[in-house]
């Protein structure tokens, strides 16, 4: 066994995803013992040690019968869920259900909670696991509060709310309160579940009672201003090629490279090869991290060899000279999961491996590198496998953005009669709002071009971010204040949305023009060199 048996975490942190990418039967079945060595003593310190084996009625004579009649109740090559499941049955059947909360406490620890899935139960690759344990068995009124994730400036949001009375009694004078995000209203007609109550920024929902184990949804829709979004800083969506990009091969002869294949513009891919690989995809030029609410977001898809082949994202503030593993920055699209020793010979490690089941997108919080240059790796590491039949898909990468986002994330809560005051926010930062270069096709046809620059101030190099309808011969120009032009660049004919960088680190600080040139039009703005 890889750790002793012991329900002290600080002995055996054992989880599920421990038994991903081991070969041997203790592996698996050792994480499995695991929970059922929790309950038992979970149910001794409950009904305490009785010494009869036999004929006892001690927690450890409780347990012991539950995982035997479980046994009698589970499926036909069952997998972790459905012995699980079957331990519950078995309590139903025998004690009337009430261990159930006990039994869930003890899986929940090693993974095998509310929201776990055991995937096929011939794969020891698939499952996912879970750490909740069911609301019931948490004695509370509570609320939980959803809000639409994404939207453009201007469109409208829906906020839900589920409040749960599981108090163990009926709850009297329910009342609910929710704060409707500053520059956002209430539309009118558009709240379903309770009647509301409205006072400033403040709705309110009051509920004469809520019976033991019932639930009531609440819903409603705001409108949102449409000159309140994120600020795009840097977007490259990979149309203009490899112009942002440096690849490296660390280990193995795969590489990463642009190619269009289910999508219909280029996106950089490296296979799963089956062979031993580490490689490297790289942001050419440092990045400038400011705002208030710094976040890297990009979109992609993976299919790899589970727990054993993965990539991980990266981020160095000298220039390349470390590189610091994220994990914890990120907020939507997080790993997947522990990642082997042997991937990157780095212990407990998360990345992103197995089947992502299509394309998301990850976002990460850079509010720690706030002042900082950054540069961006993905980096991509794989190990031999005899089977070279088993060639996955591997790693995809696209719309690689940096911004400041706006989002919209305020707080729930519900108290009664029986209980405190309880509050929850949507998760994963409530609602972004997307960055402002996203304009409507009407607005663009109107307008025949919209560009944004980053950074400004700039010391170094400044990066231009246009959509343009229409092909046009496209360049970028650096004047003085008296009009003179001192540097340009031209990118030939371009349309669509793309990113344009122009260097100007040999020029002295002051305030200088940028004119953007495309086709016919043209625009300047004032650019600042610190």
Same mark, same amino acid.
């Given at each position: 066994?890889?750790?002793?048996y012991s329900?002290?975490?600080?002995?055996?942190?054992?989880?599920?995803?421990?038994?991903?990418?081991?070969?041997?039967?203790?592996?698996?079945?050792?994480?499995? !013992?695991?929970?059922?060595?929790?309950m038992?003593?979970?149910?001794?310190?409950?009904?305490g040690?009785d010494?009869?084996?036999?004929?006892?009625?001690?927690?450890?004579?409780?347990?012991?019968?539950?995982?035997?009649?479980g046994?009698?109740?589970?499926?036909?090559?069952?997998? %972790?869920?459905?012995?699980?499941?079957?331990?519950?049955?078995?309590?139903? /059947?025998?004690?009337?259900?009430?261990?159930?909360?006990?039994?869930?406490?003890?899986f929940?620890k090693r993974g095998?909670?509310?929201?776990?899935?055991?995937?096929n139960?011939?794969?020891?690759?698939?499952?996912?696991?879970?750490?909740? $344990?069911?609301?019931?068995?948490?004695?509370?009124?509570?609320?939980?509060?959803?809000?639409?994730?994404?939207i453009?400036?201007?469109?409208?949001?829906?906020?839900?709310?589920?409040?749960?009375?599981?108090?163990?009694?009926?709850?009297?004078?329910v009342?609910?309160?929710?704060?409707?995000?500053?520059? !956002?209203?209430?539309?009118?007609?558009?709240?379903s579940g309770?009647?509301?109550q409205?006072?400033?920024?403040q709705?309110?929902?009051v509920?004469?009672?809520?019976?033991? @184990?019932?639930?009531l949804?609440?819903?409603?829709?705001?409108s !949102?201003?449409?000159?309140?979004?994120?600020?795009?800083l840097?977007?490259?969506?990979?149309?203009?090629?490899?112009?942002?990009?440096?690849?490296e091969?660390l280990?193995?002869?795969s590489?990463?490279g642009?190619?269009v294949?289910?999508?219909?513009?280029?996106?950089?891919?490296?296979?799963?090869?089956?062979?031993?690989?580490?490689q490297?995809?790289?942001?050419r030029?440092?990045? $400038?991290?400011? @705002?208030?609410?710094?976040?890297?977001?990009f979109?992609?898809?993976?299919?790899?060899?589970p727990?054993?082949d993965?990539?991980?994202?990266?981020?160095?503030?000298?220039?390349?000279?470390?590189?610091?593993?994220?994990?914890a920055?990120?907020?939507?699209?997080?790993?997947?999961?522990?990642?082997?020793?042997?991937?990157?010979?780095?212990?407990?490690?998360?990345? %992103?491996?197995?089947?992502?089941?299509?394309?998301?997108?990850?976002?990460?919080?850079l509010s720690?590198?706030?002042?900082?240059?950054?540069?961006v790796?993905?980096?991509f590491?794989?190990d031999?496998?005899?089977?070279?039949?088993? $060639?996955?898909? @591997?790693?995809?990468?696209?719309?690689?953005?940096?911004m400041?986002m706006?989002n919209?994330?305020t707080?729930?809560?519900?108290?009664?009669?029986?209980?405190?005051?309880n509050?929850?926010?949507?998760?994963?930062?409530? $609602? /972004?709002?997307?960055?402002?270069?996203?304009?409507?096709?009407?607005?663009?046809?109107?307008?025949?071009?919209?560009?944004?620059?980053?950074p400004?101030?700039?010391s170094?190099?400044? %990066?231009?971010?246009?959509?343009?309808t229409?092909?046009?011969? !496209?360049?970028?120009?650096?004047?003085?204040?008296?009009?003179?032009?001192l540097k340009e660049?031209?990118y030939?004919?371009?349309?669509?949305?793309?990113?344009l960088?122009?260097?100007i680190r040999?020029?002295?600080p002051?305030m200088?023009?940028?004119?953007?040139?495309?086709?016919?039009?043209?625009?300047t703005?004032?650019?600042?060199?610190r």
């Open positions: 066994r890889r750790l002793p329900p002290a975490p600080a002995v055996n942190p054992q989880v599920y995803d421990d038994i991903i990418g081991t070969g041997a039967p203790h592996p698996l079945g050792e994480v499995w !013992t695991a929970a059922l060595w929790d038992y003593w979970l149910l001794v310190d409950r009904y040690f010494e009869d084996l036999i004929h006892g009625t001690g927690g450890n004579n409780i347990a012991v019968q539950l995982v035997m009649d046994m009698k109740l589970q499926a036909c090559n069952p997998g %972790f869920i459905d012995g699980r499941d079957a331990i519950l049955e078995a309590d139903q /059947i025998n004690y009337g259900g009430a261990n159930q909360c006990i039994i869930w406490e003890a929940a095998l909670g509310v929201g776990a899935d055991q995937g139960t011939g794969d020891r690759n698939d499952g996912l696991q879970s750490f909740e $344990t069911p609301p019931a068995c948490i004695q509370t009124l509570r609320v939980e509060k959803t809000t639409t994730p994404l453009k400036a201007g469109e409208e949001m829906e906020v839900r709310l589920e409040v749960m009375n599981f108090l163990g009694e009926t709850a009297t004078r009342e609910v309160s929710d704060l409707l995000p500053d520059g !956002t209203e209430l539309i009118a007609g558009s709240v309770a009647t509301a409205q006072n400033g920024n709705l309110r929902f509920l004469d009672s809520l019976a033991q @184990g019932q639930s949804t609440i819903t409603y829709r705001l !949102t201003p449409a000159d309140q979004f994120s600020d795009r840097f977007f490259d969506d990979m149309n203009s090629g490899d112009a942002n990009w440096d690849t091969s280990e193995g002869e590489a990463w642009l190619a294949l289910q999508s219909e513009t280029p996106e950089w891919i490296i296979v799963d090869d089956g062979f031993e690989n580490d490297v995809l790289r942001l030029d440092p990045l $400038t991290v400011t @705002g208030d609410q710094p976040v890297l977001r979109r992609h898809r993976y299919d790899t060899e727990g054993l993965g990539g991980i994202v990266q981020i160095s503030t000298n220039g390349g000279g470390d590189w610091q593993n994220l994990n920055d990120f907020f939507r699209g997080r790993y997947r999961g522990k990642l082997a020793y042997s991937t990157f010979t780095v212990p407990f490690l998360e990345g %992103f491996w197995g089947d992502s089941e299509g394309y998301l997108m990850s976002y990460i919080d720690d590198f706030l002042g900082e240059d950054i540069l790796r993905f980096r590491g794989t031999f496998e005899e089977n070279l039949e088993n $060639t996955r898909d @591997g790693w995809r990468m696209d719309d690689f953005e940096v400041d706006f919209y994330a707080e729930a809560c519900v108290r009664s009669d029986q209980s405190a005051l509050c929850a926010v949507a998760e994963a930062r409530g $609602t /972004i709002v997307e960055a402002g270069t996203t304009t409507s096709v009407a607005e663009l046809e109107k307008r025949g071009l919209d560009w944004s620059v980053f400004n101030p700039v170094d190099q400044v %990066f231009v971010n246009l959509i343009r229409e092909p046009g011969e !496209t360049s970028l120009q650096l004047l003085g204040l008296e009009g003179r032009l660049e031209r030939g004919r371009l349309a669509g949305e793309v990113s960088r122009l260097k040999d020029l002295a002051g200088y023009l940028l004119r953007l040139q495309s086709g016919s039009l043209s625009e703005r004032k650019l600042i060199i």
